[in-house]
């Protein structure tokens, strides 16, 4: 089974009264069902078993990893909604990671907990998912197309100068494999799951695994207030500001990122032996 939800099994997957942010740096409370509502391989728990994987299969050798205290470990970079794997990686796998190094975290607008009014809107977008699933492929062969994946990329980057044709052909080709509509589909129709707050709040997130958060001050799809708030959390050491830059710092402004995480990589050689970063 390569269900990373099969962890799940027959227990309740719902999470009562989790304190989550506001786009406005304040606080709520709200239910967090975890479990994919489609039953879906396509969820946070396979992709963090993914991470696990290649962590111990390509980094390092099983013989290395097969100890809890094992002289290398691995610190994970992610950026986005790759955030949530990354953190459950780590929850599942403390002792492979010495830290996560968070670049522009997503929130995940379409959760249930994130949505308005749920018992009214859910069953709409409910419906909206379900003709995507059924009539979607059209769309998706429209859409997937050079001229229109650059144009949707000038939306979160700030500097669009980094928005090239390699970029866009990193971005594209996957989409073109057989099978890649229906992985976006589920994916838009996984509106549960975890989400950042609950993940970095969880007495399952290791204490030895240190969090850095950084964000672009131009990143119209991250609420910078709630991304401060993240700073409130014990397991986030420090948020930082990056200035002019978008969703995808890294990618439109190296030379404000990759100081910040030779840093943080400074910062967790405090307790490993060894690092690497994927």
């Not at 963090?48 to 100890?67: K, P, Y």
């Not at 998912?129 to 062969?141: A, E, I, P, T, V």
């Not at 993240?230 to 990122?257: S, T, W």
Request: hydrophobic letters at 40%; aromatic letters at 8%; glycine letters at 6%.
């Amino acid at each position: 089974d390569l269900n990373g939800e099969k962890r799940f099994q027959a227990a309740s997957t719902v999470l009562d009264g989790v304190a989550l942010g506001t786009a406005n740096g304040g606080d709520r409370i709200a239910d967090v069902d975890l479990r994919h509502p489609l039953n879906s391989c396509y969820n946070f728990y396979t992709w963090a078993e993914q991470l696990a994987d290649f962590t111990r299969d390509i980094i390092h050798d099983d013989t290395t990893m097969a100890s809890p205290n094992g002289n290398q470990q691995t610190t994970l970079v992610c950026n986005s909604i790759g955030t949530i794997s990354a953190l459950q990686a780590a929850i599942d796998r403390p002792s492979f990671y010495n830290g996560v190094f968070v670049v522009n975290p997503n929130f995940r607008e379409l959760h249930v907990a994130e949505i308005p009014f749920p018992a009214i809107s859910m069953p709409i977008i409910r419906n909206v998912q379900q003709l995507l699933r059924d009539k979607g492929q059209g769309l998706f062969d429209a859409l997937a197309k050079p001229a229109t994946v650059k144009q949707i990329l000038m939306e979160p980057y700030a500097v669009t100068t980094a928005v090239d044709d390699e970029l866009v052909d990193v971005l594209l080709t996957p989409l073109l494999t057989e099978g890649a509509a229906d992985v976006v589909f589920d994916t838009l129709s996984y509106s549960a799951g975890p989400l950042p707050e609950q993940q970095l709040s969880s007495t399952t997130f290791p204490e030895s695994v240190p969090v850095w958060v950084c964000y672009g001050e131009k990143d119209p799809w991250t609420p910078p207030q709630r991304v401060e708030r993240l700073g409130r959390l014990e397991r986030v050491e420090k948020v930082v500001l990056l200035p002019g830059v978008g969703h995808c710092p890294h990618d439109e402004a190296p030379e404000l990122v990759n100081p910040l995480l030779l840093k943080f990589m400074e910062r967790v050689k405090e307790g490993t032996v060894a690092e690497n970063a994927i």
